[in-house]
């Protein structure tokens, strides 16, 4: 099959597709079939007590904004990005006593079983659920009962769609990262006050005291991005200690979940992890907004081959399909379970749902500095309309550039991670400096010029600027292979001079030419 001709020689040719990585995905229905994770010779496995096992790729979708909100999320700015700055807000729009009753509806509203449902449809395999301790936990250390009602409920709606649950203490007490994020005052006052890791330790252990044995629960992520920027040389021998001390109190309860421990500095300061603290346990990293190749995940391979444990991509997205297509392919050619960050925020095409604004949104936030919004009740009972899942706006090309299934757009420079003749083979390739310098297949600028060190900082998901824009340049006979599924190759679509998605077929120049693209030009049910 051949593709459309550019030019009189641009001339492609599509083979069928070549070896994909395909996720093992046990499909599990009730309660009694989900199998426990665990780390088995250094691979994690679906494991049940007949001794049934199978190796699992795990991939997921966080839950943010539900049990911690973030102001971004909201489309709010400074004034209203931590947790405790929105209740504030809402409270001065509201009242006291309509905002505390909107924080029930809101997270009655924002995630429902039918979000769950959407998400296993969607062909996710677990849900990675950020907590505040402030929403299950009491100053004093004792739990709240109506919080972990919460958490509850969400484990039993995945247990019944058959996805497993990774709780994740996203806000620790007095906060861990000293940034909105964690619903901190200005300081990780977790690293300071002696009461706060004790109620972090108290927090843990009845975490999973409630749940061992809960074969939903995947395992427990201690902290989310502890100790960025300076703080992660201030306190770097804390966090480990801190570390042991939280694996000592789970396994005194629980001896089989997964413990998830992530580096400081947005999980990317792995200097920690010289030792293995639980033979049952996972390193997570974070990536967002660099290049997505080999080169930026080095230092995490390298602590699982010398500590032979398993590596996870807790945090990603925010980004153009062509950057999330081709950074999951990575993860999953390297062996790398991820989670995609996140699943539902306000007016996204960034995220799987999108949430349309209410009318009136933009005077709530022109109110963060201060002033009243005589609307708010109906702008805010509206909101809450807004957020279910079926009055979202649906965006299924995010969730097929993350999963590589029918992807709308494949960038020319996302192919394959497998290496030269396996992924690629491009007889004089060059090399491209920090942009899979690795592999020299012939990646360069489309506009060379005035180009950036790093052309991939699309927070809000923006189309490329022209010196942004890459391409892949091939001489007769070289060829790239795609990894995708779902796609005929009679689908597809060679553009050039700009990239977006599909995945798993090769193509072949037959003449010089500059690829950009693939596009999926037909549907198929």
């Not at 925020?345 to 349309?356: G, L, N």
């Not at 790239?480 to 077929?505: C, K, M, N, Q």
């Amino acid at each position: 099959l051949l593709g459309n001709r550019m030019s009189d020689t641009a001339l492609f040719e599509v083979v069928n597709r070549v070896g994909v990585v395909t996720l093992n995905r046990p499909q599990v229905h009730n309660a009694l079939s989900l199998p426990m994770i665990r780390l088995i010779a250094g691979q994690l496995e679906a494991w049940r007590h007949d001794d049934d096992v199978a190796a699992v790729l795990l991939r997921g979708v966080r839950l943010g904004n539900w049990l911690l909100p973030e102001g971004y999320m909201w489309r709010f700015g400074p004034g209203a990005e931590s947790p405790r700055e929105i209740e504030a807000l809402v409270a001065r729009l509201l009242g006291p006593d309509a905002a505390a009753g909107f924080w029930t509806r809101f997270r009655d509203a924002f995630i429902t079983e039918a979000d769950i449902e959407r998400i296993a449809h969607s062909g996710f395999d677990h849900v990675r659920l950020p907590i505040n301790a402030r929403v299950i936990q009491n100053p004093d250390g004792s739990m709240i009962e109506a919080g972990l009602e919460l958490v509850d409920r969400l484990i039993a709606w995945c247990r019944a769609h058959g996805l497993w649950v990774l709780l994740d203490l996203h806000g620790a007490p007095g906060g861990q990262t000293g940034t909105n994020i964690d619903d901190s005052l200005g300081r990780p006052d977790l690293f300071f006050d002696a009461r706060h890791r004790a109620n972090t330790r108290t927090l843990w252990r009845a975490l999973a005291e409630r749940y061992a044995g809960d074969t939903t629960v995947l395992g427990y992520d201690l902290l989310n991005e502890p100790l960025p920027n300076e703080w992660q040389h201030t306190f770097a021998a804390e966090l480990a200690e801190l570390y042991r001390d939280l694996t000592r109190e789970i396994r005194s309860v629980d001896p089989d979940h997964l413990i998830m421990y992530e580096g400081s500095h947005w999980a990317t300061n792995w200097s920690i992890f010289t030792e293995v603290w639980d033979e049952n346990s996972v390193l997570q990293f974070h990536k967002y907004w660099s290049s997505p190749d080999r080169a930026s995940i080095a230092p995490f391979l390298e602590a699982r081959d010398r500590l032979g444990l398993p590596i996870y991509m807790g945090e990603g997205g925010e980004n153009t399909l062509p950057w999330l297509y081709t950074a999951f392919r990575l993860y999953e050619a390297e062996g790398i379970g991820w989670n995609f960050w996140p699943w539902k925020k306000i007016e996204t095409v960034t995220s799987p749902a999108s949430v349309v604004a209410p009318r009136g949104w933009d005077d709530v936030i022109a109110a963060i500095p201060g002033g009243e919004v005589p609307d708010a009740p109906r702008i805010f009972e509206e909101l809450l309309e807004n957020l279910r899942i079926e009055n979202c706006v649906w965006r299924p090309e995010v969730v097929a550039a993350i999963t590589g299934v029918r992807p709308q757009v494949v960038p020319a420079w996302g192919f394959g991670f497998r290496g030269a003749g396996e992924s690629f083979a491009v007889a004089d390739g060059a090399s491209l400096a920090g942009i899979r310098a690795d592999d020299a297949a012939g990646i360069r600028f489309a506009h060379p010029g005035d180009n950036p060190e790093n052309p991939f900082e699309q927070s809000d998901g923006r189309a490329y600027l022209p010196g942004e824009e890459l391409e892949v340049a091939l001489a007769a006979g070289d060829w790239l292979e795609f990894e995708l599924e779902g796609i005929h190759p009679s689908e597809l679509r060679i553009v050039a001079d700009r990239p977006e998605t599909p995945r798993g077929v090769r193509v072949v120049a037959e003449a010089a030419a500059s690829l950009a693209r693939l596009e999926v030009v037909s549907e198929r049910g």
